[in-house]
């Protein structure tokens, strides 16, 4: 019975972190149309917006990467829920893995943020 509840609270964190990564995203759109709407003047002045936005451009592909690995996992978890209850723990080197990978992703986007928020 832990290892069903096992699986359970990881398909469920999973579910989590996709959620924020999605907010990411959205996130992301909103500080893109943001850099379009600073005024030259400041593009000019500070000479870090081009940074900040190629950062957030190069930071989709890792969140897209990191969702859909997520996604794949968060399925297999629920096939195996499925099929059967009574199945061994989820691999928590997996699981560790990608809490890494979120974290990492997690700062890179606030250490943009932060900067963006500076200009």
Known sequence: MSSHINILNR????RLWIAELDS???QIRVLNDHMIELPSV???ASGRPDLIEKSLT???QPIDD????MHLRKMELAAM???D??????DARVFG???KEYQAIRLRFDSIKAALTRL
Do not use: F, G, I, S
């Not at 398909?11 to 999973?14: E, N, S, V």
């Open 11 to 14: 398909h469920l964190q999973y």
């Open 85 to 90: 209850p009574l199945t061994k723990p989820d």
């Open 81 to 83: 829920l499925k099929n």
């Open 42 to 44: 400041v593009k000019k």
């Open 58 to 60: 190069d930071l989709r």
């Open 97 to 99: 893995a990608m809490e």
């Open 66 to 69: 990191l969702r859909n690995k």
């Open 24 to 26: 990411l995203v959205e």
